[in-house]
Structures are given as C-alpha cells and as structure tokens.
C-alpha cells in the first residue's frame, strides 16, 4: 500500500507543476496553450488556392490538459491549420464555418475522455488510503515487512 499511496504523491507532484504545451521540446505533463483541431479538408473554393496547398481546415482553441487529454476546451475559432501555422482571415472563417462546426472537431477518446481516468485513479487511491488510516487495516506487503525484520 505504501507503493500506492508513494505513486501517488508522485502523480499530483508532477500534476500541479504548470508547464506550456508546445509541438517541439520536452514532453510536458500539464498542457496549456493554443492547440489546432482538424475537422477535415479545407472547403471550395479554398482547397483551389496555392497558398493554401497544404493546409487543412480546424478550430484553434485555449486547452488545458493532463497528458494530452484536455479537460478544457474553450475560445475556439475557424482556422486553416499546417504544422504551427494558421490562417484566419474573414475568407477562411467563413469557408470553414459553412462547412464544419466545433462538433466536428477530431479529439479522439484519450483527446476527450482520457484525464477522467487519471482522475478516477487518483480518487481509487485516496479512498483505499482513507479506507486503511479509517480501519487500521494494514495490507500483506506491510506484515511481511515486518515480519522480515
């Protein structure tokens, strides 16, 4: 149980350190910032333009997440997207907004769902360590050790 409740200690130690999710660098464990959805190819006429050769259409958004799972989605706008490039002119938004809405945006299960898992562990752990201090109760792996000694 000590191995638990030392897991996870760890775990919110490296959830409460804010750090800016970006394309390149260190993989982060708290993601914040900007970060571009696709919803599909870009719609006529612009997928004709050579300027655009490339790009596809999305929604930039504010995220906020734990693992690339992002628990807050917020201030979305229509973009035509490529790499850590956008475009949003009035031609863009308008194109794109006729053609997608934010529902079509590609997020995936771990995208939409996946920090309610780690939620929902660090809440199991909380509740088996309430459930040991509340009984007294010490599990096997604590005997043995004692009974080594």
């Not at 308008?94 to 079509?104: S, V």
């Not at 040991?132 to 096997?140: F, H």
Request: with cysteine.
């Amino acid at each position: 149980m000590r191995a638990v409740a030392v897991f996870l200690g760890l775990l919110m130690m490296m959830l409460l350190v804010p750090a800016r999710a970006e394309a390149k660098g260190i993989p982060l464990i708290y993601n914040t910032g900007d970060h571009a959805f696709p919803t599909g190819p870009l719609p006529a006429p612009l997928d004709k333009e050579p300027d655009l050769a490339g790009y596809e259409a999305g929604y930039m958004c504010q995220v906020k997440g734990v693992l690339w799972s992002y628990f807050s989605v917020s201030d979305c706008k229509p973009v035509a997207f490529k790499g850590d490039t956008y475009i949003d002119d009035a031609e863009v938004v308008k194109a794109i907004t006729a053609k997608y809405t934010e529902a079509d945006m590609q997020r995936g299960l771990w995208g939409r769902f996946g920090w309610m898992l780690g939620a929902l562990v660090i809440v199991a752990g909380a509740i088996f360590w309430l459930k040991e201090k509340i009984s007294g109760e010490k599990d096997e792996s604590d005997a043995e050790e004692k009974n080594e000694a």
